[in-house]
């Protein structure tokens, strides 16, 4: 009896557009700087995000010498709730920041001084001058990148801290001085694309800003599951035979994917996601958090998701992937929201499918009481599908 389940996962195949990776801007080495002047700022006796995000900023820039220059454009860049407020608690500290930060030239340096960083013995960042360099630029370009340039501060300095403490291979462990205002906007990245996946402890990098990974060194633990999970092989002539005992109706739509024009998958994708053993899967709080504030923001996601889907047979003559239907919205989404957003339009009934089998999506009943229906030639079709 051929296998017809795929895991959730899996029946988001088609490939997402992605841009080409970027060199990594750090080497371990200057990871582990970073890593040291994150965990620096989260033991200074600062109120909350915004004065740390400020911290990290100069910090680095004054690292040798013991002063960093910042301007008023830097300051607004970092988007901070309380500038005036952070500024004052920084200068608690004994920081001394002159107030044409404040009304001065926009586009003018101002000199900060930060006594902890001119002592020379138990210099608490003792980086040469390359490593004080790469690591500056690199915490000006993680705060730009594309998902989180226009976030709070809280969730832009928890994308330096997750950056900083992931692997070339996009692993990560939550470190434990990440600031507690950080660890609540962890939704946030993941709705955002800056991560893929989030649990208690764990996350990974989107591959989208995985230039910006520290290239921390992966634990025992780590480096064991990446070898325990060899890349799997495509056998053309078990997917073939597969075919062969497999029900007309479903051979008939593994066919119409597989030949697809428009999508022009790999037959080896193809194959993986019609061949996988079903798995079930358990969504993290952080991942229902952020569907929760994402759904707010789509009142209108049953129709359009119905409506996608009749557009797309017409076009493909399959349904779409859980890939497809995101990126043919404009969601965003990846990884577990992703699959927690296309789950709850099935148990809400704006959309249905046939159990596991992917690229089956098509109006559910919520959406036919709507009239969002597909053609009648099509709907038979589906309908012997759903028997196979």
């Known amino acids: 009896m051929p296998k017809t389940a795929s895991s959730l996962n899996k029946v988001s195949t088609a490939p997402d557009s992605e841009p080409s990776a970027l060199p990594f801007l750090l080497t371990s080495v200057q990871g582990e700087a970073a890593r040291t002047l994150l965990s620096y700022v989260a033991s200074l006796p600062l109120p909350g995000p915004d004065a740390q995000l400020i911290a990290v900023v100069v910090a680095i820039r004054a690292a040798r010498g013991g002063a960093g220059n910042l301007t008023r454009q830097d300051l607004s860049a970092m988007r901070l709730g309380n500038p005036q407020g952070a500024v004052d608690a920084l200068r608690g500290l004994g920081w001394q920041i002159d107030d044409a930060l404040f009304d001065g030239d926009p586009s003018m340096p101002v000199r900060i001084a930060v006594p902890a960083l001119a002592r020379e013995n138990d210099h608490?960042?003792?980086?040469?001058?390359?490593?004080?360099?790469?690591?500056?630029?690199?915490?000006?370009?993680?705060?730009?990148?594309?998902?989180?340039?226009?976030l709070p501060s809280a969730a832009r300095l928890a994308?330096?801290?997750?950056?900083?403490h992931s692997t070339s291979k996009l692993l990560?462990?939550?470190?434990?001085?990440?600031?507690?205002?950080?660890?609540?906007?962890?939704?946030?990245?993941l709705q955002k694309g800056f991560l893929t996946e989030v649990?208690?402890?764990?996350?990974?990098?989107?591959?989208?800003v995985q230039h910006l990974s520290g290239q921390r060194c992966p634990t025992a633990e780590?480096?064991?599951?990446?070898?325990?999970?060899?890349?799997?092989?495509?056998?053309?002539a078990a997917w073939k035979q597969w075919k062969h005992t497999a029900t007309?109706?479903?051979?008939?739509?593994?066919?119409?994917?597989?030949?697809?024009?428009?999508c022009a998958l790999p037959v080896e994708r193809v194959a993986e996601a019609f061949t996988s053993d079903a798995r079930s899967h358990s969504f993290y709080q952080t991942v229902k958090n952020a569907y929760g504030e994402w759904k707010d923001s789509h009142p209108d996601r049953g129709p359009q998701a119905a409506e996608f889907t009749v557009a797309f047979r017409a076009e493909h003559g399959h349904g779409p992937s859980y890939a497809q239907l995101c990126a043919g919205l404009g969601w965003g989404l990846k990884g577990p929201l992703r699959g927690f957003v296309v789950k709850r339009l099935l148990v809400n009934e704006w959309l249905t499918d046939t159990g596991s089998v992917p690229w089956t999506l098509r109006p559910g009943q919520a959406a036919q009481a709507q009239g969002i229906v597909l053609p009648k030639a099509r709907s038979t079709a589906v309908a012997a599908q759903a028997g196979a």
Not at 126 to 149: I, M, N
Not at 199 to 208: G, M, N, T
């Open 124 to 150: 608490p960042l003792p980086f040469g001058k390359q490593t004080r360099s790469r690591v500056s630029g690199w915490t000006t370009r993680a705060l730009s990148a594309k998902p989180v340039k226009k």
């Open 159 to 164: 994308s330096l801290f997750l950056a900083a």
């Open 172 to 189: 990560g462990r939550i470190p434990p001085d990440l600031p507690a205002a950080c660890r609540a906007l962890l939704p946030e990245l």
């Open 199 to 208: 649990s208690e402890d764990r996350f990974l990098l989107a591959p989208v």
């Open 222 to 236: 780590e480096r064991s599951a990446t070898i325990a999970t060899p890349e799997s092989q495509f056998d053309a």
């Open 248 to 262: 007309p109706a479903l051979r008939r739509h593994v066919e119409a994917v597989e030949h697809c024009a428009v």
